[in-house]
T-cell receptor, first 116, second 112 residues
Framework: GAVVSQHPSWVICKSGTSVKIECRSLDFQATTMFWYRQFPKQSLMLMATSNEGSKATYEQGVEKDKFLINHASLTLSTLTVTSAHPEDSSFYIC????????????FGSGTRLTVV | KNQVEQSPQSLIILEGKNCTLQCNYTVSPFSNLRWYKQDTGRGPVSLTI?????NTKSNGRYTATLDADTKQSSLHITASQLSDSASYICVGPPAGANNLFFGTGTRLTVIP
């Protein structure tokens, strides 16, 4: 149980275009979801915390107008990278907090974004 | 300052051998400590979750230990397999908070 599905697994887009990444909780309701960014050989960096039905909370240094987060339902959160640039190329991972201690946090499989 | 430090940064071992990865944390207050396995290009997958009252927890060939006094944890992998090649991340969430403190990970490579 407690599966988080993330799509797409990889995407290539042109500079200036927007890309949407979806994160779905398949068998549980996720009140809170998290979006991370990971550069090669580095640890995950929290970008924002997404709460269902309210505005996301962004970490310091993360542009909220560039990385739009929507958490309109208990099973879906989306991250839209707007006007993408090559420096936005990275590995993006979502995570959901699962009720009950034994599960904790479940991660999506990640999305490799390449902006050309 | 909340921190999670891991060692070694990278490790290469022969298939079938055992290895131990280390994690030192200063996360406070302490809630639980987690070990995740992250394959290249994939999201992290949970291996173990330990509270301060647990000294050891196993998940198949993975055994995690926790010393709350010294704030150290280790992940022991027995009879390594090629599929164990991955990054192993130690994660410590503070009690009552949503944010996770990630270690920088240990990159393990198992060679035949």
């Amino acid at each position: 149980g407690a599966v988080v599905s993330q799509h797409p697994s990889w995407v290539i887009c042109k500079s200036g275009t927007s890309v949407k990444i979806e994160c779905r909780s398949l068998d549980f309701q996720a009140t809170t979801m998290f979006w991370y960014r990971q550069f090669p050989k580095q640890s995950l960096m929290l970008m924002a915390t997404s709460n269902e039905g309210s505005k996301a909370t962004y970490e310091q240094g993360v542009e909220k107008d560039k990385f739009l987060i929507n958490h309109a339902s208990l099973t879906l959160s989306t991250l839209t990278v707007t006007s993408a640039h090559p420096e936005d190329s990275s590995f993006y991972i979502c995570s959901a907090r699962v009720q009950g201690f034994n599960y904790g946090y479940t991660f999506g499989s990640g999305t490799r974004l390449t902006v050309v | 300052k909340n921190q999670v430090e891991q060692s070694p940064q990278s490790l290469i071992i022969l298939e079938g051998k055992n290895c131990t990865l280390q994690c030192n944390y200063t996360v406070s207050p302490f809630s639980n400590l987690r070990w995740y396995k992250q394959d290249t290009g994939r999201g992290p997958v949970s291996l173990t979750i330990m509270t301060f009252s647990e000294n050891t927890k196993s998940n198949g060939r993975y055994t995690a230990t926790l010393d709350a006094d010294t704030k150290q944890s280790s992940l022991h992998i027995t009879a390594s397999q090629l599929s164990d090649s991955a990054s192993y991340i130690c994660v410590g969430p503070p009690a009552g908070a949503n944010n996770l403190f990630f270690g920088t990970g240990t990159r393990l490579t198992v060679i035949p």
